[in-house]
């Protein structure tokens, strides 16, 4: 097993996604663009949020310079600005008008991959041999490698092909949502990911709320059915099923969640011993087992991990790994304009005759799945992921407070 093979993955997309983002942000301030941060409310929600969620980048620059692993904090700061860069491009014109041909793609290399995994799980192609020690499950990663990763953007993509299969006038389009919703859920199945089906679920949970209303009940009844009728049908998932079932009916929380608790005392510790500045963005790799071992010893309990094939070094929890890495401020100020991001997109649904009330309740839907999966995933911090939602975040806070024309309140 190659210890460096997630790097290995990892590297490439990483190193292409952000020099194109470079790339295009550069284009998009040498273009004629409107200004989206301009207002006639200083004080809406998404004002407030996108001062806080700039004070988080500011506070966590600060963390950075500041770090007790400076090198590390730096080098992991500048591509988190670079990331930061898709919100302003999610919010320009660029989205408004190339939004369907990007979304399209995203699901085009969603569906690839998740046929490649299916296929892997059969055994019927593998396009690279891996040597793992969990049977199958840790080989059906596709081109994206990661059966996490692939599973938390299988789970944004089928989300996506729900609410274009609900929303969509074309017969063309309908039918390959439908399609592509059956493909995205067979790969989640193969990958048997709990987290990216509780992300599937709570995603297509507000887009039945929001569509449907009082009657939300039936659709969701029969997608949870659809998922039970596939569980039951895959051994590989329903014995995944079972387990997780039987940590809950144990009290064993800590092997319910794939051992994940460690991870969370120590990211608490880091943000109780430096509450302010925390230790620096991407640090937590390097603090994790000397903090967990001082929570085991405080607890007189064991938090390891009997998983060979795991490792820490993110917290597998995107709310909880700000306050560690940038101190409490910054975690404050992110949590908060996340929250006014999507009040001010639920205003938006409010105004039931705007006639874009559709593309807002896609972007709240494939949003609160992202939100679901962060609670135990950090699908920020991985490009497959934070791409799409980065992008739809910044389009969200774009058209929150729109009137019914399409004006700004």
Known sequence: MDSGADASFDAPKRLTSLLFLGLAAA???????????????????????????????????????????????????????????????????????????LLGTFLVVAAVNAGVSILQAGGLYRPFPLLTELGSRES????????????????????????????????????ASALGALLFGG?????????????????????FFAFFGRRALLPAAGLALALGLGVAA??????????????????EWNRLVTYRVGAWKAALAMARERPLLGFGPGTFGAE?????????????????????????????????????????????AGLGAVALLLVGLGKTLRKREWTGRR????????L???????????????????????LAAGRAWRISELQPGGKES
């Open 27 to 101: 284009a998009l301030s040498f273009s004629r663009w409107k200004n989206p941060f301009v207002s006639e409310k200083p004080s809406s929600p998404r004002n407030l949020a996108l001062l806080l969620a700039a004070g988080a980048l500011a506070w966590a620059l600060l963390a950075a310079l500041l770090s007790p692993h400076r090198t590390l904090a730096l080098d992991a700061t500048r591509g988190m600005l670079l990331y930061a860069l898709l919100l302003p491009i999610g919010a320009s014109r660029t989205l408004e008008r190339g939004g369907s041909f």
């Open 140 to 175: 059906t990663g596709a081109f994206v490698g990661n059966v996490g990763y692939l599973a938390v953007a299988l789970s944004l993509a089928a989300v996506a092909a729900l609410a274009l299969l609900l929303s969509a006038r074309r017969p063309l389009v309908r039918g």
């Open 359 to 366: 593309e807002a309740v896609f972007l709240l839907a494939v």
């Open 368 to 390: 609160g799945a992202g939100a679901a999966a962060a609670l135990t995933w950090f699908p920020m911090q991985r490009p497959i992921s934070a791409i799409p939602l980065l």
């Open 187 to 207: 790969g989640l199945l193969v990958n048997r990911n709990l987290t990216s089906l509780t992300a599937l679920l709570a995603g297509a949970g507000i887009l």
């Open 234 to 251: 895959y051994r590989p998932m329903r014995e995944r099923v079972e387990d997780a079932l039987s940590a809950a009916r144990a009290g």
């Open 288 to 332: 994790f087992v000397p903090h967990r071992l001082a929570v085991e010893i405080a607890s007189h309990r064991r938090y390891d991990n009997p998983l060979r094939t795991s490792s820490y070094g993110e917290a597998h929890c995107d709310y909880l790994q700000p306050f560690a890495e940038a101190g409490i401020p910054a975690g404050l």
